[in-house]
């Protein structure tokens, strides 16, 4: 763990001894008492903790100094075709820890329909893949995260214009992308979208069906490669992301 995350309703209450935030502070790092460690409110600052004592039954007491914001949320907004629940997890975790702001779970034609009943979406299995991510990159915030059953009605709901930034009184659209490598009207590398937010959409195993290409045309999303090559869905999601910040210019 890069950062030890407190749910709000946690903080000034002890950490058990069987909780894996003491086993590691303890075990792993071999904090003792008076030792301080990086700590953060999960949606809230950051800072510093310092282990007050340990109780006799194991429980860890500690305080926190939380002076910082928790870095910025890069404008990137992600629409992923459900993939197999294996995956969920770690592009959950990898897209949090690049720092995105949303990811869309979305059902495609051509993806398993199985694959959306998955439970990690009500057991907290989702949850704690966006916080490790965010563990990792020593961040309090995690993505959105929504699911939609069909492309259908995630276009129809369009969530991304929900958030859109103002400048003045003028809204500012993103620029709608979906990753594709059919009859693509152009590559993801020589995208031109410094200083802007961006709405990328990637398919599921076996990508988008001609229906979905032309919903995605006629919704205004540009189609654009990644090159040649066939990827894994977790593969070409990360690919897509870092290759779309280095393009909005928050890699620089």
Known sequence: MNIILFEPHEVGKSL??????TIHLLKVLRKKTGDSFEAGVLGGNKGTGRIESVRID???IYSLDLRDEAPRRYPLRMAVGFPRPIQIRRILRDLSNLGILAIDLVGTELGEKSYRDTKLLSDGGARAALIEGAVQARDTMVPVLSAFNTLDEWLGERPWDKNNERKGSFRIS?????????????ALANLSAMGQSVVLAVG??????DAEREKL??????????GDRVLRTE???VAAAVLALEKIGVLG
């Not at 599921?204 to 069906?209: A, N, T, V």
């Open 204 to 209: 599921s195993e076996r990508g988008w069906s």
């Open 217 to 226: 045309e006629n919704a205004g999303f540009l189609r654009l490669s990644m």
């Open 235 to 237: 593969t070409a999601c």
């Open 58 to 60: 194991g429980s860890l």
């Open 174 to 186: 993103p620029l709608l992308i979906a990753a594709d490598n059919v009859r693509p009207e152009g």
């Open 16 to 21: 058990p001894r069987r909780d894996e935030r």
